[in-house]
């Protein structure tokens, strides 16, 4: 029973820190690989970017966002604004500019999420819901130097 939390637990933090890098040293390039509800990108979204609040401070900066187009990515850059960012989407604008991208995949019917910047990387799971999703796991934070 425990086995079953821990196993896609570990597996997402197994790939957190093995994704492949694309790009600046750090960053993947942002995708959604799973179809998500607006509600459920909406809410996934706001959780996420509520994390990197707390992380890098609210409306510290210029995001850039290179979005895929997807829900979560119009949700996320919808959040991102509501927390009082600036968003950029494909220029650099100035030394104070915060690169971001995101992950969104389904593994056996958990959404796991993950935010990255240079210095850090969040991540998530998350049970989809008739109202939008909740959190399924604590965040992952793995910062780097």
Not at 8 to 21: E, I
Not at 34 to 53: C, K, Q, W
Request: net charge positive; charged share 15%.
């Amino acid at each position: 029973m425990i086995t079953r939390r821990v196993f896609p637990v570990g597996l997402f933090a197994l790939l957190l820190g093995a994704c492949s890098t694309l790009g600046r040293p750090g960053l993947v390039a942002s995708s959604s690989r799973v179809e998500l509800s607006p509600a459920a990108a909406s809410a996934i979204a706001g959780d996420m970017v509520s994390r990197l609040a707390e992380h890098v401070g609210p409306a510290t900066g210029t995001i850039i966002l290179k979005s895929d187009g997807s829900p979560f990515g119009q949700a996320l850059e919808a959040a991102l604004r509501g927390w009082g960012y600036a968003v950029a989407t494909d220029q650099r604008t100035d030394q104070k500019a915060i690169a971001l991208a995101y992950v969104v995949d389904n593994l056996d019917g958990t959404i796991l999420a993950r935010l990255s910047t240079q210095q850090l990387d969040l991540g998530r799971a998350y049970t989809v819901t008739a109202s939008g999703a909740k959190p399924t796991s604590p965040v992952s934070v793995m910062q780097r130097g």
